[in-house]
């Protein structure tokens, strides 16, 4: 599979401004810092969740991979191309390529605008129509792939006069009007009713199957992550824990926080005859980060290596990744490793 998408080493920290007193007594910069080191590639029709819990920095990670927010660290390489030093006119064209599609269908719409001219606004602002009738192509195309159809019950509509999933529905006609490669679709459907959800999942996997896009789809739901994707990241307070095929995250995680995750997912396949592992104390605050493995003071596995030293995201097995002191050679946990040296 060709990559489309690689993320190396990439690092986000925000600033945070304190009032005129407290910068005075205090001389220590206070950062966020939301993303911390995060590796990740992305194949060509690839659909690679990223899960992990409020506040862990997905929606960081999304926007700075579009070039929307600046990266304090690292490199994004879209089409073996990388991002640093393109001038304008470049990153004009990689916007072309790469879309978001947002939370909430109806705050990334504008109210004022129909229908016709919301899906048309990309292409204008590229210069890609010509004239009206192309316009009008375009835009009944990208309304019709979107399963909007006839897309002329749509077009002179306002956002407000659609339902959720329409609406929703419309986001991603502007999405794909431009025939991106790459989205990055931020929790595309938790704002839908269950019922509806389907509907645009399904119609995220048939643009993936007939115009080979790739997707970075961003969700704390990893029920949702183990339906659609190919490949599933656990991430925790900006770094990723654990990485593999969706199958293999559901069925054979070997991280304590994944673990945590699923013992608690709501299907009854997954967790036949487990015992729900309950997490106890809050996420620490992402400004002072605790020494060490970053999940050690919720980790129901912590040992005394966990509380100095921070693990590193290693490759267990080919291509399943984690980053934990008890995870081993070949996905051993320690204690498997103590009882394969004891019986040799
Ligand atoms: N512009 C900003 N300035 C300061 N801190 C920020 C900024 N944007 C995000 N953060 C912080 O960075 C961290 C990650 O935020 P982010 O929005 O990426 O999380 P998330 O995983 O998308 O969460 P959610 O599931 O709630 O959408 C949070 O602690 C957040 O408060
Ligand atoms: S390194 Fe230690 S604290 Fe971190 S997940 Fe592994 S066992 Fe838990
Ligand atoms: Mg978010």
């Known amino acids: 599979m060709s990559q489309v998408m690689e993320v190396k080493d990439l690092k986000v920290y925000f600033d945070i401004k304190r009032g005129f007193i407290d910068d005075m007594l205090s001389k220590e910069k206070l950062q966020v810092k939301a993303v ?10 690839e659909i690679f969740s990223l899960v992990g819990e409020s506040g862990s920095g997905k929606t960081t990670i999304g926007k700075t991979i579009l070039d929307l927010i600046p990266a304090t660290q690292g490199d994004i390489v879209f089409l073996g191309d990388s991002l640093k030093h393109k001038s304008k ?14 939370q909430d269908p109806y705050q990334s719409l504008n109210p004022k605008d129909i229908i016709l001219d919301i899906v048309a606004e990309p292409l204008q602002v590229n210069g890609l129509i010509k004239n009206e009738k192309e316009k009008m192509q375009k835009v009944v195309n990208a309304l019709e792939m979107a399963g909007l159809t006839p897309a002329e019950d749509f077009l002179y509509r306002y956002p407000h006069e659609l339902s959720g999933g329409q609406r929703q529905r419309v986001a991603i006609a502007g999405a794909i009007v431009l025939d991106p490669e790459f989205i990055v679709a931020d929790e595309p459907v938790s704002m839908l009713d269950v019922s ?15 115009k080979g896009i790739s997707y970075l789809f961003i969700t704390h739901d990893l029920s949702l992550a183990w339906v659609i994707s190919d490949r599933i990241a656990i991430l925790y307070l900006g770094k990723i824990m654990e990485m593999g095929r969706a199958d293999t995250i559901i069925h054979e995680c070997l991280h304590p926080y994944s673990q945590s995750l699923i013992s608690v997912m709501p299907v009854p396949a997954v967790n036949k005859e487990k015992e729900r592992i309950i997490l106890h104390g809050e996420t620490p605050d992402p400004i002072h980060l605790p020494e060490g493995c970053r999940f050690h003071p919720r980790c129901p596995k912590v040992f005394e ?3 100095r030293e921070e693990p590193e995201l290693t490759e267990v097995a080919p291509g399943h990744f984690a980053a934990c002191h008890r995870i081993g050679e070949r996905g051993r946990s320690l204690d498997e490793q ?3 040296k004891d019986n040799k």
């Open 196 to 210: 509806i959800r389907i509907g645009i999942l399904n119609l995220m996997m048939a643009l993936r199957d007939r």
């Open 338 to 340: 103590e009882r394969y």
């Open 89 to 102: 006119a470049e990153k004009k064209k990689f916007r072309q390529k790469a879309q978001m599609i947002f």
């Open 305 to 307: 290596k966990c509380c």
């Open 36 to 45: 911390d080191g995060i590796d990740l590639t992305i194949g060509k029709g």
